[in-house]
């Protein structure tokens, strides 16, 4: 086994008969910045949900410091700080209280508990804004805020699912610059994203996602200079020029169509074909898997 601080090995996942990630090995380093990238429907941010326990690998297993995650579930989920794209938050709390209420969660201490708020909102930038209600902070602050709520607990590992996603091009340079300074204090960081400059200018390896498989993994210099282009916008337009270029969406999509097509033909009616329902299937088994994880962690809402 390799000395990354987390590990895939030849993990898969699938959801009823479709696959989302085939048989894929990566390799995180510890107090980077590391981007999962690839277009949509590549599966990015089931990387991040079955590095945090919320989804079970079908195959393979994931390692932390050479611990299963999955079976060392309760041990290691004080060690993550996730943030989620929909953001995991409460609308009718303030800044302030969000922040109080997420570390009582995750177990921080009363004493240690008001001086961290502190530090958070002053590293978020929402000092001024401690007493406001989350649902009337602007969409860059709710995100600031939704990465501070996952801080709180001083995590190792910081998970960012889409952080820039909505935001208009000065936010996103302030969000960037907010992750760099997490990073600085020595926070591992592992994020998902579409935009490509983006991730060529924040994070120190990439992983990129294609059919299924994580094709080029390293420092985003060594894949340029690979593909012979000058960025990273150049090496997808060579990779995902492909014709071939499937997704998990387009062919549960297919698969889909085509039983309830059949179905319809043989009943004069649209019948739940059996692959959406092993689909259904998994995804209750999924989400009562993240629930249960999220109860322990984050105290989300059932």
Do not use: W
Not at 47 to 59: A, E, G, N, Q, R
Not at 72 to 81: A, D, H, T
Not at 155 to 167: F, G
Not at 210 to 228: D, L, S, V, W
């Amino acid at each position: 086994m390799g000395d990354g601080l987390i590990q895939f090995k030849k993990v898969t996942k699938s959801f009823g008969k479709n696959v989302v990630l085939n048989a894929i090995d990566l390799e995180i380093t510890e107090g980077k910045i590391v981007g999962i990238i690839g277009a949509s429907g590549e599966g990015k941010s089931t990387i991040l949900k079955m590095i945090v326990s919320f989804y079970k690998p079908t195959k393979g297993e994931i390692f932390y410091k050479k611990k299963n995650i999955v079976k060392s579930r309760k041990i290691l989920s004080k060690l993550f700080g996730i943030s989620i794209e929909e953001g995991s938050f409460y609308e009718t709390l303030s800044a302030k209280e969000n922040l109080s209420h997420f570390g009582r969660l995750y177990g921080v201490k009363e004493k240690v508990l008001n001086h961290r708020i502190g530090e958070i909102l002053h590293l978020i930038g929402l000092e001024a804004a401690e007493k406001t209600l989350a649902r009337d902070l602007s969409l860059g602050m709710k995100k600031r805020l939704d990465i501070g709520c996952a801080l709180i607990h001083n995590p190792s590992i910081l998970i960012l699912d889409e952080p820039t996603a909505d935001l208009d091009p000065l936010l996103r340079k302030q969000m960037m610059g907010l992750i760099k300074k997490i990073n600085s204090h020595g926070t591992t960081v592992i994020l998902t994203t579409q935009l490509l400059g983006e991730a060529e200018e924040i994070c120190d390896e990439v992983a990129i996602l294609f059919n299924e498989k994580i094709i080029e993994e390293g420092t985003p210099a060594r894949i340029k200079k690979k593909y012979k282009s000058s960025n990273l916008d150049g090496v997808f337009h060579k990779i995902f020029s492909d014709k071939n270029r499937k997704t998990y969406q387009e062919s549960a999509e297919k698969k889909t169509k085509l039983k309830i097509l059949e179905k319809g033909k043989k009943k004069k009616s649209l019948i739940t074909n059996s692959d959406k329902i092993d689909e259904l299937i998994e995804k209750a088994k999924e989400k009562e898997d993240s629930d249960s994880f999220l109860e322990e962690v984050k105290g989300a809402k059932k």
